[in-house]
């Protein structure tokens, strides 16, 4: 009877490590963005700093682990065999949301998903036994579910949102007040108070509250309960004194160690808090496999009290979890994808925008500029203006030849984001409360981000899309997970043939989430999103220009010839697919022109002129890519509607018409990327044979609608295809003739 139980056991250890994995991957946002964003620290002496709290932090976390043992259901009502259904469920759940989440680049909260996990499982299977005891009614499920502690868990969570943003905008927009953006500039005991309180603040929130709840803290829960003003006074003195000595002595700059000292203390609380959801449930059926072993009972009649009980966990077990949790840190690809979606939503300066605008964030922008001018119409102009003096950005002057690129922040909010979410955290981590650590870093960066004017009218609609992205990730994460973990906790129940078939699944989901990752990773590499200060030459405008002509060739020649081959064909799913692959052209190149702002300041003084050439270049490849689009897209339409087939005479121009492009188009990509722009002039005189043949297949098709064509909707679609295709040829050739132009000018002024 063990049997299974077992392997059961070993599958949750396995489940365990890939949560973990899985797991810091999406939580490594919470403590790496400060420090990363702000670019005071190496990366790699972040992630140094990062592994040794993340390390320690394992080490007291023994106290959340109740709350995978009794926080969510009353272990009494259940069995150790509906135990073990309900913890199987929640780990193949877990890792499965969480997979999906990184692969999209998205921070989303493992407190919230192991949480509704725990809850839907728990459920799930008190449901079935209430349905099987005749004696019972559904009033009965709130004897099974621990509906008390599980309310005031998501209750707390969902406050830390509003608690975290308003907290993190009102440190730092008080900060700000006190530093302006001219922080070296301000006297040391400013540093030093400033540096005295945050160490303070980091050092007993964290340390010493993050101790309660470990077998560590008996030894020095004398000395700490009862003297906390007396602790926290005499710290706030001491490290005061010793920022002051560090700055005037030793030339420290007090910010920049705060902000190591909270990445540590944060990384540190992560793990303290966050372990649970990783390792918890693994760990209290380990517990729950003891207790009935040495009990003698069926599995399906041992009841579970045992894990009302405080239970200590293994210390060696902790620290392998840690262990796992630092490698993860260093090695996952993913991790740094989330990172990147924290940093880009609260960076100081424009740049390219990862989320699209939407009538929400819309209406919030709109509604924020309404209440800001409500407040400088009642505020007087005196102190407006004494506000914005300390809200004006520095100006950095940069000789000609050097490249600087600009943090994402600046020091002083990098330390207000490590010192509030450390904070909030600890304090939740010694009430036992599993708090979400992505919720309260995240939306403190956010707050923090708010007060200090990142979110300007540029890009202000922009970060709140992003922003209510997240947000609205994390309640469907929450809806997700308590459905996905039922229906999966019923099907275990229904047969336990169904755990290694829900295995194979994880395994082979994860598998191909990690290849399309790696596919996505690869075409962002190709993807250049101009936002520099390196100085750019003609020749560097000639070279940039040559690959995007060179990129965008090649796939209009590949996109063309699949939809001319899916629509005779008359495939749906494939012209859907190249659909898709051809918006994937048009936003690049929307991106491109986006960046040409940035791309005309990086030009030296000796290559201005070469913008109007840049700029019309992205113009005539963006009339390519609308053409495609256009022929994309009604090709799609029509075989969607079922219309009728193009008749073969059709089919035989269209492909016809095919072959001619693709040489055309193979042609310019070789100039392109050999650079042979001598040849430009042949390829020239080739383009009129093209556009003859089309503007003869429109006046075949003329003659066939006088004689035997019966379709309008045919007719219709061929001509659109037959026009934009026309359209794109002279887009081609007007790109060639200006590109031809510019480079024997640029040859002549050599």
């Excluded at 966990?313 to 902790?318: A, G, Q, R, T």
């Excluded at 990147?340 to 609260?346: A, N």
């Excluded at 070279?543 to 001319?564: C, F, M, Q």
């Amino acid at each position: 009877m063990g049997d299974p139980y077992i392997l059961m056991l070993v599958a949750l250890a396995i489940l365990a490590v890939v949560d973990l994995v899985v797991g810091v991957s999406n939580d490594a946002v919470n403590f790496l963005n400060s420090a990363i964003g702000s670019k005071v620290i190496s990366v790699r002496n972040i992630m140094i700093i990062a592994s040794l709290g993340v390390f320690f932090g394992a080490i007291t976390s023994s106290g959340m682990m109740e709350v995978a043992r009794k926080g969510i259901f009353n272990p009494n009502m259940f069995m150790f065999q509906d135990i073990m259904f309900i913890f199987m469920a929640v780990m193949i759940t877990d890792i499965l949301l969480l997979d999906i989440f990184n692969s999209l680049g998205m921070p989303t909260s493992t407190t919230v998903s192991i949480v509704f996990e725990l809850l839907g499982a728990a459920v799930c299977i008190s449901l079935i036994k209430i349905s099987a005891n005749d004696a019972q009614s559904l009033n009965d499920i709130w004897s099974y579910i621990n509906h008390e502690t599980a309310i005031k868990i998501i209750f707390g969570i969902l406050l830390s949102v509003v608690v975290a943003f308003s907290i993190g905008a009102i440190v730092q927009f008080t900060s700000r007040l006190i530093y302006s953006f001219n922080f070296e500039k301000r006297a040391t005991y400013i540093s030093a108070l400033f540096g005295g309180f945050a160490i303070t603040a980091i050092t007993y929130f964290i340390i010493i509250k993050g101790m309660k709840g470990t077998p560590f803290y008996k030894d020095i829960k004398y000395l700490i309960e009862g003297n906390t003003l007396l602790i926290i006074a005499g710290s706030f003195a001491a490290w005061s004194i010793i920022s002051q000595i560090l700055i005037k002595v030793f030339k420290i700059n007090v910010l920049k160690l705060i902000i190591g000292i909270g990445t540590f203390s944060l990384a540190m609380a992560f793990s303290g808090n966050d372990l649970v959801n990783f390792v918890g449930v693994p760990i209290a059926a380990w517990n729950s496999y003891e207790a009935w072993t040495v009990s003698g009972v069926a599995a399906d009649s041992f009841s579970m009290g045992v894990l009302a009980k405080k239970v200590p966990s293994n210390i060696w077990l902790l620290l392998i979890a840690g262990g796992i949790m630092v490698v993860t840190l260093w090695t996952s690809s993913k991790a740094q994808n989330v990172i990147k979606t924290g940093i880009d939503l609260s960076r100081q300066g424009e740049g390219h925008e990862k989320f699209k605008p939407n009538p929400l964030s819309r209406v919030a922008v709109r509604t924020a500029m309404g209440i800001n001018k409500g407040i400088s119409f009642i505020l007087p102009k005196p102190i407006i203006d004494f506000v914005d003096s300390k809200f004006q950005k520095p100006v950095i002057e940069l000789p000609k030849d050097k490249t600087y690129e600009l943090p994402a922040f600046d020091m002083v909010r990098a330390s207000v984001n490590l010192i509030v979410a450390g904070i909030l955290i600890s304090i939740a981590t010694s009430m036992k409360l599993p708090l979400s650590t992505t919720y309260v870093t995240f939306m403190v960066a956010m707050g923090t981000s708010l007060a200090d004017r990142a979110w300007g009218r540029e890009s202000a609609v922009y970060r709140v899309a992003g922003v209510l992205n997240v947000i609205g990730g994390w309640f469907l994460t929450a809806l997700t997970a308590f459905l996905a973990a039922a229906i999966v906790a019923y099907l275990i129940s229904f047969d336990m043939v169904m755990i290694p078939v829900l295995l194979a699944v994880v395994a082979l989901l994860i598998g191909r989430n990690t290849l399309i990752h790696r596919r996505k990773s690869n075409e962002v590499k190709k993807q250049v999103y101009i936002q520099r200060a390196e100085l750019i030459t003609i020749n560097g405008v000639i070279e940039e220009s040559a690959d995007h002509i060179a990129g965008v060739a090649t796939r209009v020649n590949k996109l063309y010839t699949n939809v001319v081959n899916d629509l005779s064909n008359h495939d749906l799913n494939k012209l859907r697919k190249t659909d898709k692959h051809v918006g994937k052209l048009n936003d690049e190149i929307d991106n491109l022109k986006d960046g040409v702002f940035y791309f005309i300041k990086s030009l030296d003084e000796t290559s201005v002129e070469a913008s109007r050439f840049y700029i019309m270049v992205l113009g005539y490849l963006q009339d390519v890519a609308q053409s495609i689009s256009y022929i994309s897209r009604a090709s799609y339409k029509h075989v969607n509607n079922n219309h009728k087939n193009l008749k073969k005479e059709q089919l035989n121009d269209l492909k016809g018409i095919d072959n001619q492009l693709t040489g055309l188009l193979s042609k310019i990509t070789h100039i392109f990327e050999n650079r042979s722009f001598e040849s430009l002039n042949v390829t020239l005189v080739e383009k009129q044979a093209l556009l003859e043949d089309v503007s003869a297949s429109i006046e075949k098709q003329v003659a066939r609608i006088r004689t035997d064509e019966t379709s309008p909707k045919n007719t219709t679609l061929y001509f659109s295809v037959l026009l934009e295709t026309k359209d794109l040829i002279k887009a081609l050739m007007s790109l060639l003739e200006t590109y031809e132009e510019f480079y024997i000018s640029t040859k002549q002024v050599k």
